[in-house]
């Protein structure tokens, strides 16, 4: 009897896969400076933590992750199971995803807001992030391990459950989210990249919130900029022609204390 993955074991582990197979796309690519954000020396001078530790903290982060799936999916196997049986039509399926999207985007936003504007949690928490003042693919999920819990895991399990989606349709939509939060952190301005001309929330939007100028704007993430929009603190931008090459992405509008 061959060994069949289920699709709790897929939902809790592909975006895992996912996200090393895609971040490792954008290693490959990552000297092509005429289309980065920052050079490769700014990445080596501005960094405040090695990439070895920024591993280990993806990978503890990503245990946790997948512990909590497993535990969710067991809780809710009863619910989940019996609507597998019926047949999702695309429509409701389509439903699922757009309000997961916006389960996760609302969550993300005011916790990652108050999480800056709380002094002890930037300190001890938030600030871990944001060592990576020039952000990387595979650093994406580099997080304190209390950041990762609070943000990405309740915030996943919050968008799963009030959706309604069943493990299947988790899958895809995890590892959608989770290719969407590695792109937002490239560093990488590539022509023809399609989360680029579908989101305004993309890899300059999140540069932008990474740099100093741009601390306590831009907090959205990771599909779309309402939030920012509704509340102040969208940060609008132009994205201009280095002079040594590369791209940069500049505030069009003055920044207050």
């Not at 490959?28 to 090695?50: G, P, T, W």
Request: aromatic share 14%.
């Amino acid at each position: 009897m061959g060994f069949v993955l289920s699709d709790e074991l897929l939902g809790a582990f592909a975006p895992i896969l996912v996200y090393w197979v895609y971040s490792g796309i954008y290693v490959a690519l990552s000297s092509l400076e005429s289309y980065r954000l920052h050079s490769k020396v700014e990445e080596e001078e501005k960094n405040l933590v090695s990439k070895s530790n920024v591993v280990k903290g993806v990978l503890l982060q990503q245990l946790i992750q997948a512990i909590v799936a497993i535990i969710l999916f067991t809780v809710t196997g009863s619910d989940t199971e019996s609507s597998t049986t019926q047949q999702s039509s695309l429509l409701v399926l389509a439903s699922q995803c757009v309000t997961a999207m916006l389960v996760l985007d609302t969550w993300q936003y005011f916790m990652h807001r108050y999480m800056h504007h709380n002094k002890f949690l930037y300190k001890h928490i938030h600030s871990q992030h944001h060592r990576l003042v020039v952000p990387y693919a595979y650093g994406a999920l580099y997080n304190h391990p209390i950041e990762g819990l609070l943000l990405d895991t309740i915030g996943g399990a919050l968008s799963f459950l009030i959706s309604g989606m069943s493990p299947r349709t988790s899958i895809f939509f995890f590892s959608f989210a989770t290719i969407k939060t590695v792109d937002d952190h490239c560093g990488l301005c590539l022509p023809g990249n399609l989360f680029h001309i579908l989101f305004k929330n993309n890899t300059a939007y999140h540069d932008v919130h990474h740099q100093l100028y741009g601390n306590k704007f831009n907090f959205s993430q990771p599909f779309f900029v309402m939030w920012d929009r509704i509340l102040g603190t969208y940060m609008p931008y132009s994205l201009e022609k280095r002079k040594d090459g590369g791209f940069e992405a500049r505030p069009t509008k003055q920044v207050r204390d």
